[in-house]
């Protein structure tokens, strides 16, 4: 009961005291001055009663706790007339209010610039930086890639804007991106469909600006917001992004959308110098390609990125007037793949008599823009060591898809282009999403080359995919379901988190799972290229070493940082992605040079000019499942001499 009551006193005191501080500041004040002097009062009094040297006298020893409260309480405490004493306090509350207040006025002040500071509502003052807009998974690998890039510049800078905490996104960047080398990372907090809030970041003086898909938004939301975030720049009262005819060197501006119907609309936005990549039409192609020649994500994987090989337009000083297949063999660490031209057209490929012009600037793929040093290399080419074969004819196939999401009619239309005629495909989908999403007129709006069958089932099951005789099909090509009825199937327990992105890569990994279960029962290599979203769960993925992944996030960062770095490649990434254009193709070496015996690569290369093509690199078979590389050997030295077995690829831009 004793309890009780304490507790019932301690709640009405809290009642009470709630009570007090919500009557105002006024009355605050009142009850803050009595509270005061019921301790100062008698603590003065109990000083000067307890003083030796107190005055004898009441009144004296009344003036002395008088003049202890007043310098206690900043009052003054002077003694003398009544009006002087009147003056005195009147004087020390004005000084007092006067020194509150200022006090008061610069906390507010430092610390609404201090909250300012933290929530990233301050002004990016930068010039030729990189900018980076929205916030998604793709974030750390495009700054990761922006800070390779910089590495060797004395002064870089990458500001991100995003509507996330400043303090938030820079923990999430510092964990992500252990090192940052030379470059700064700038984080502000805002909205990038606001003309006002994008100034916080000066896209206005920014070498370039990219603008990501939010994550988890797989329809037409996350392409709406980057095409408002592209309008945002258009906007003239704000002047977001500089026109033409102002001083500044106008942004280069970078942007991605998912859903190949939006594409058309962001390039509107993005206006005649932006550029925009279609997520969904560039994974399908290249899932396409990789599917039909295993190992070419690697080779693309090793290009886009900054620390390997890239593509660098080189000037063509004294070779003007060669032919460009003179020049193949005039870089001896480089190879030589097109021209860019001085327009900025882009020619890949170009046939081995056409001249090159004094305008026109030679496209290497190269360590570095320093390493496409001119040696000729000629003289090292063997002639005895050619081999003229035969074009091999190209034969009917047995294709395995697996799964289904807006990509797969794309992936349908893709293949169609570049199969025999015969070749066949079998479609296996949880439910009639094949029947209901366009499939079928994905197949038959032309007459097809492919003949294409869907199936009913979960790629998640094992006794589905035991039922195929996945063995026997030629190549398999697996892809997330990321459809709204997928998450009804047993396996998406295991993703208990909503971003369909999420659900479709776990459901991408069981899948995996049984068909290398699948692949060890029957005592062979499956061919499988696999589409997934998130760069981390390729490394939790249960396939051999150099498996063919095309991770979409990870694609598209890389190409985005590489055309913010060089606009030109955005035409060149155009033509390698296109089926009608030129690619990068794994064929065997047999074809090109004698096999089992020692030659160089220069040989190699002169034997691809024959036919038209560019040799960049090769792949070893024996080194196929061996890391780093896994037998992928990009612009070898071509006085190198190299040993080709009957199983090797010759890594060639040709046409397709």
Excluded at 98 to 125: A, E, K, P, Q, W
């Amino acid at each position: 009961m004793a309890q009780q009551d304490t507790t019932s006193l301690r709640l009405r005191l809290r009642y009470r005291f709630d009570h007090l501080v919500s009557g105002g500041t006024t009355a605050l004040i009142g009850w803050l001055a009595l509270a005061c002097l019921a301790v100062v009062v008698p603590a003065s009094m109990v000083l000067v009663w307890s003083d030796r040297a107190a005055p004898a006298t009441l009144s004296g020893r009344l003036t002395a706790v008088w003049v202890s409260v007043g310098q206690t309480l900043k009052i003054g405490g002077a003694v003398g007339s009544p009006l002087h004493v009147l003056a005195s306090v009147s004087l020390a509350l004005v000084a007092l209010l006067f020194v509150s207040t200022l006090v008061s006025l610069i906390t507010t002040g430092i610390n609404r610039r201090i909250m300012s500071l933290r929530l990233g509502h301050s002004t990016v003052l930068e010039t030729r930086h990189t900018v980076v807009l929205g916030w998604s998974d793709q974030v750390f690998p495009v700054i990761g890639e922006l800070v390779a890039a910089n590495a060797n510049q004395r002064r870089s800078a990458i500001a991100v804007l995003a509507p996330q905490d400043k303090v938030w996104m820079e923990d999430e960047i510092s964990t992500r991106v252990t090192d940052s080398g030379r470059t700064r990372i700038i984080c502000r907090n805002g909205s990038t469909t606001d003309p006002t809030e994008l100034c916080r970041v000066s896209p206005r003086t920014a070498k370039a600006v990219l603008v990501l898909p939010p994550t988890g938004d797989t329809g037409d939301t996350g392409d709406a917001h980057v095409v408002k975030t592209l309008l945002a720049f258009a906007a003239p009262a704000r002047a977001a992004v500089p026109r033409s005819g102002q001083v500044e060197e106008e942004a280069v501006v970078v942007a991605a959308v998912r859903d190949a119907r939006n594409h058309m609309t962001a390039r509107l936005a993005a206006g005649p110098t932006g550029h925009v990549l279609c997520v969904d039409d560039i994974v399908a192609r290249l899932l396409v390609q990789t599917a039909r020649q295993p190992g070419l994500s690697l080779v693309y994987s090793e290009l886009l990125d900054f620390e390997g090989d890239e593509f660098y337009p080189v000037a063509a000083e004294g070779l003007v007037g060669r032919t460009f297949g003179e020049v193949l063999l005039w870089f001896a660490t480089s190879s030589a793949v097109g021209l860019l031209h001085a327009g900025g057209s882009v020619t890949l490929n170009p046939d081995p008599g056409a001249t090159i012009g004094p305008a026109d600037r030679i496209i290497v793929i190269s360590q570095d823009d320093d390493t496409a040093v001119r040696a000729d290399v000629a003289s090292h080419v063997e002639e005895a060591a050619i081999v003229t074969a035969a074009p091999r004819i190209a034969q009917a196939e047995r294709l395995l898809l697996l799964g289904w999401n807006r990509r797969a009619p794309l992936v349908i239309e893709q293949l169609d282009q570049y199969v025999s005629p015969g070749t066949t495909l079998d479609v296996v989908a949880l439910g009639e999403y094949a029947a209901t999403r366009g499939a079928r007129d994905a197949v038959t709006a032309a007459p097809p080359r492919l003949e294409v069958s869907f199936h009913d089932g979960d790629i998640t099951d094992p006794l589905t995919l035991a039922k195929l005789d996945v063995p026997s099909y030629d190549s398999v090509i697996v892809i997330g379901e990321t459809e709204p009825g997928a998450s009804d199937a047993p396996m998406a327990a295991l993703a208990p988190v909503t971003d369909p992105e999420v659900r479709a890569d776990d459901r991408t990994l069981v899948t995996l799972l049984h068909l290398r279960a699948i692949g060890d029962a029957a005592q062979r290599e499956l061919a499988v290229t696999t589409e997934m979203s998130d760069d981390g769960n390729r490394l939790l993925a249960p396939a051999r070493d150099g498996a063919d992944f095309i991770v979409s996030g990870r694609l598209i960062s890389l190409l985005m940082t590489q055309i913010s770095e060089s606009p030109y490649l955005a035409a060149v990434f155009e033509e390698l992605f296109k089926a009608e254009g030129h690619e990068f193709h794994l064929k065997p070496a047999a074809d090109y040079v004698r096999a089992g015996h020692e030659v160089s690569f220069a040989t190699a290369v002169e034997s691809a000019r024959r036919r038209r093509e560019c040799a960049v690199g090769y792949r070893l078979r024996a080194r196929s499942a061996t890391g780093p590389d896994y037998g992928v050997r990009i612009n070898p030295d071509k006085r190198q001499r190299v040993r080709f077995s009957e199983e090797d690829w010759l890594i060639v831009l040709a046409e397709s």
